[in-house]
């Protein structure tokens, strides 16, 4: 049967050297027995490993011609092919009530959502695998201090723990992608519960890294109750790259109870 034919706007960057394929099936190797769900399989390069290193594998797959080849070259997948949007996929059905570990080679234009929706499923997913374009792959897995720490990197770590793993070099690839990928590993840490109001702790990282040059007196005003006076806590005049997970959190207890005493005075 004929190659699939790669496609720009579905993210298709096909992996060609096998000895990567399995360099990143490999990163799952502590979990057989636990299903597995690879997205984005195209050709099944990292299929074949996960298949061979004794994983059960399910595939969900967005493009047409890459289910029907899968289907060819791939009997033993039957009935576990997926044709669809990852993004869109209820994956408590699909799944079922079992842990399940998640793997690929990403498209790399949705990478980012795809981690946004492990996270909603943090969960039933013990770990989270693969590949995606290095800066992306950089920022998941950068803590407080570096340049790259940012909204996802602390949404994810506050639940996971997350492992760069290794580099690899865009001529591996048909067609090769412009920018180099990186391979990483989330393992779930343990916490059930943060400690402080969830939606709250969102609030205030996605607000405060939206204007990150700014101190958090200044980027937070809009959440603090008004005209209140702060604390000489040092914490109003760093930056939000320079708080860890465990900052946060206090930063989120702090603010709650700061809104707590206005809305009693009111
Ligand atoms: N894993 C393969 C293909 C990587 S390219 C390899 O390493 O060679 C990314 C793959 O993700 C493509 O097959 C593309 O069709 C698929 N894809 C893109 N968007 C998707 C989505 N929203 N849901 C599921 N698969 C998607």
């Known amino acids: 049967m004929q190659k699939v034919k790669p496609k720009k706007a ?15 099936a490999s ?29 059960d594998v399910k595939v969900v797959e967005i493009d ?15 009935g576990r092919i997926i044709e669809g949007d990852f993004l869109k996929m209820d994956l408590a059905s699909v799944m079922g009530a079992d842990k399940f ?23 039933s997913i013990p770990c989270c695998s693969g590949m995606l374009q290095r800066e992306v792959a950089e920022r998941l897995a950068a803590g407080p201090g570096s340049k790259v720490y940012g909204i996802l990197s602390v949404l994810l770590q506050a639940w996971y723990d997350v492992e760069y793993l290794f580099t690899v070099d865009e001529n591996v690839f048909n067609p090769p992608p412009k920018v180099k990928s990186g391979v990483i590993r989330c393992t779930r840490n343990g916490v059930t519960d943060l400690g402080c ?29 008004a005209g209140i006076e702060l604390d000489d806590d040092a914490v109003w005049k760093e930056r939000p790259e320079q708080l860890s997970v465990a900052d946060f959190i206090s930063l989120t207890n702090k603010i709650a109870a700061m809104r707590g005493a206005s809305a009693a005075t009111e």
């Open 10 to 24: 579905l993210g298709q960057h096909f992996l060609t050297d096998l000895s990567v394929a399995s360099r990143i």
């Open 27 to 55: 990163t799952l190797d502590a979990y057989k027995g636990v299903p597995v769900l690879e997205i984005g399989p195209g050709m099944g390069v990292l299929t074949r490993f996960l298949i061979d290193g004794g994983h």
């Open 197 to 225: 109001d969830e939606r709250l702790f969102k609030l205030i990282v996605k607000t405060s890294f939206g204007q990150r040059r700014k101190t958090l007196r200044n980027s937070l005003r809009g959440i603090l109750p």
């Open 101 to 123: 570990c998640v793997i690929g080679n990403y498209p790399y234009n949705i990478s980012s959502q795809i981690f946004f929706k492990v996270l909603e499923y943090r969960d």
């Open 64 to 78: 047409d011609e890459s289910v029907d080849y899968l289907k060819v070259n791939f009997p033993e997948l039957d």
